[in-house]
């Protein structure tokens, strides 16, 4: 039909019947405008690079949660070591490689070196219950060295505590005062306690206080050489306080 102005009603546009979005193109064929396909492709890569986004933060902070649960472990086990070693260090002087004497523990601001009773015999070598073991800050690195034998033997391999250590500080208390050097008081061979101060390269400081010598044991069975037949061994004087 037409409505006077040579126009026929009732036949819908192309556009209405295509829909939006879509055209038909000069050879009869529908699809996506250029701009429309640029769009798409503009989310597209948006939401992959936020894809790639929440993964990298996902593994970077895996990585951070593995460092410190590494750290809290290293924490850990050089507490447990350092607490057995110093609970049961005892007053018996060893010799070294030299054959000199020296005092049964030698301490300063940054190292130790002591005796401590308890080493498991596990496979029933031919060697005491009583190891020499010392510690140290090596580069970055907190070792413990221990020797095979108390007197004249070379120390063995030394064993890494804790790395990414930037600092270790070691305090001495005896008779109520702070020490930073220990080498035995007359008649007095350990100190009471031992304060470990370690500071990291990420900045976290562990601090703790050991008792020493609470496993004390009886001195004639730690002295250097045999007793003479018939004598009657001295007793170490116990610090007061």
């Known amino acids: 039909m037409s409505d006077g102005k040579g126009k026929r009603r009732g036949a819908p546009s192309t556009a209405r019947q295509l829909g939006p979005g ?30 790639v986004a929440i993964l990298s933060m996902s593994v970077r902070a895996q990585a951070v949660t593995g460092q410190k649960l590494d750290a809290m472990a290293a924490v850990s086990r050089t507490t447990a070591i350092l607490s057995a070693d ?12 030299g054959g000199v004497q020296t005092p049964a523990m030698v301490a300063g601001p940054d190292a130790m070196r002591l005796v401590r009773a308890g080493w498991s ?11 020499k073991v010392a510690y140290r800050l090596n580069g970055d690195a907190l070792e413990r060295v221990a020797w095979p034998l108390l007197d004249g033997a070379a120390p063995m391999e030394p064993a890494v505590l804790m790395d990414h250590v930037r600092e ?12 930073d050097q220990w080498q035995g008081q007359p008649g007095v061979a350990l100190p009471q306690a031992a304060e470990v101060t370690i500071v990291r390269d990420d ?17 004639s069975i730690m002295a250097p050489s045999s007793p003479t037949p018939g004598a009657t061994p001295t007793p170490s004087p116990t610090p007061n306080g």
């Open 22 to 51: 879509l055209r038909r193109g000069t050879d009869g064929q529908d699809g996506f405008t250029l701009v429309e396909v640029m769009v798409a492709l503009l989310i597209f890569a948006m939401l992959a690079a936020a894809a």
């Open 86 to 97: 110093l609970a049961q260090a005892v007053n018996r002087p060893t010799r070294d490689e």
């Open 121 to 131: 015999n596990l496979d029933n070598a031919q060697r005491p219950s009583l190891q």
């Open 168 to 179: 270790l500080h070691l305090r001495y208390r005896f008779n109520g005062a702070w020490l």
């Open 203 to 219: 900045g976290m400081i562990f601090r703790q206080l050991f008792l020493v010598g609470t496993g004390y044991i009886d001195d």
